[in-house]
């Protein structure tokens, strides 16, 4: 059993630019959701994603957005950077209906400058 | 505007004494929760969940508890030990929505 990771670690982009992040889920989990942790701060929910569609969606504007795929691994992208765009985002896998079962990565620090 | 709330930043308690972590919400509507535990340069992991239709939930040492009332639940571990020191987070999760608290670091000293 593998559990969820992220890729890359660390990023660095400069405002203005996009960026994708991408995440591969717990074996056999159905849903994935995205989180932006700023520093200092908790984690602040994006949106989710169950069987390819998005399923739940935070206080984030349109220009992030996902992808999840038939393999259940996921992608956010964001267009348009801004500097407080700048924090730790993280993806967690689980069953859907069962929030006990969500298992997080380690997370992709991005900088934009 | 937050709606889960943990008004501690931090917390230092001695090894085999009890830890209280406290959070607050401001939302009525909000029926289920969970206390997370990250250490420094992982993602947060599942500790511990309560259900609105109880007041308590026990998991080994760990125990929620939540007072609707008040809207204020805790987290409550007994005894400390020095693996504990970690930032915990509380969190509602109404339907597919999840709001987290900015968390409380605790240190168990030895």
């Known amino acids: 059993e593998t559990g969820v990771t992220q890729s890359p670690t660390h990023l660095i982009k400069t405002r203005g630019q996009q960026v994708t992040l991408r995440c591969s889920s717990q074996s056999g989990h159905n849903t994935v959701s995205w989180y932006q942790q700023a520093l200092g701060q908790g984690p602040q929910f994006i949106f989710q994603?169950?069987?390819?569609?998005?399923?739940g969606r935070g206080n984030f504007p349109p220009r992030f957005s996902g992808l999840q795929f038939p393999n259940y691994s996921s992608e956010l992208n964001v267009n348009a950077l801004e500097l407080d765009d700048s924090a730790l985002y993280l993806c967690?896998?689980?069953?859907?209906?069962?929030?006990?079962?969500?298992?997080f990565g380690p997370g992709t620090r991005l900088t934009v400058l | 505007d937050q709606q889960v709330k943990q008004n501690s930043p931090s917390l230092s308690v001695q090894e085999g004494r009890i830890s209280i972590l406290n959070c607050d919400y401001t939302n009525s509507m909000f029926d289920y929760f969970l206390w997370y535990k990250k250490y420094p340069a992982e993602g947060p992991t599942f500790l511990i969940s309560i259900s609105s239709i109880k007041d308590k939930n026990e998991d080994g040492r760990f125990t929620v508890f939540l007072n609707k009332s008040a809207k204020h639940l805790s987290l409550h571990i007994v005894p400390s030990q020095p693996g504990d020191s970690a930032v915990y987070f509380c969190?509602?999760?109404?339907?597919?929505?999840?709001?987290f608290g900015t968390g409380t670091s605790l240190t168990v000293i030895p």
């Open positions: 994603y169950y069987r390819e569609e998005e399923n």
């Open positions: 969190a509602a999760n109404p339907g597919n929505q999840f709001y």
């Open positions: 967690a896998s689980s069953w859907t209906s069962q929030p006990d079962t969500q298992y």
